[in-house]
């Protein structure tokens, strides 16, 4: 009897705000590249699946009131699948869920803590990704744990700590 090829992790990102590719020149590569390095670092042996919207404040914000009853946008979201590999026929990938991010409230939360779009996009995916995988920041040992992850993998991806000081400017003074 054959064996079934091993299943290869997939993160879909759809981009449905045009102010992603305004803004970013490869939005959809830079939230795969954070969303894979968190499954690597911190996801379960196998492969997974995670859908991603890089969407519109007006999109998140309609999502977070149908299921947080929150009426406002907010940067991230996240939308566990709740299954495990029991679940499923061997060697098939696991969903773990899908991550909503909001293009408005990512990119005034980046000018106001002085970082680049980028790394901020990167630090909100490692973010719903770690609560995908059912990490939670909702006292303050969760809190510790999940952001000591978070600081582990963006390091790995060449970027500041989020909750440090903030990137220096890119633009250099003239003496």
Known sequence: MKRAPPAKTIIDVSVTAPAWTKSLRTPAAIARKAARATVTAAGPKGAVEVSVALTSDSAVRKLNGLYRGKDKPTNVLSFPAGLSARDLPRGASLPLGDVAVAYGTCA?????????????????????????????????????????????????????????????????TRR
Do not use: N
């Open 108 to 172: 005034r939360e980046a000018k106001i803590e002085g970082k680049s779009l980028k790394s901020h996009l990167s630090h909100l995916m490692v973010h719903g990704v770690l609560h995908l995988l059912g990490y939670d920041h909702e006292d303050d040992a969760d809190a510790e744990i999940m952001e000591r992850l978070e600081r582990r993998i963006l390091a790995r991806l060449g970027i500041k700590d989020p909750y440090g000081d903030p990137e220096p400017s890119r633009k250099r």
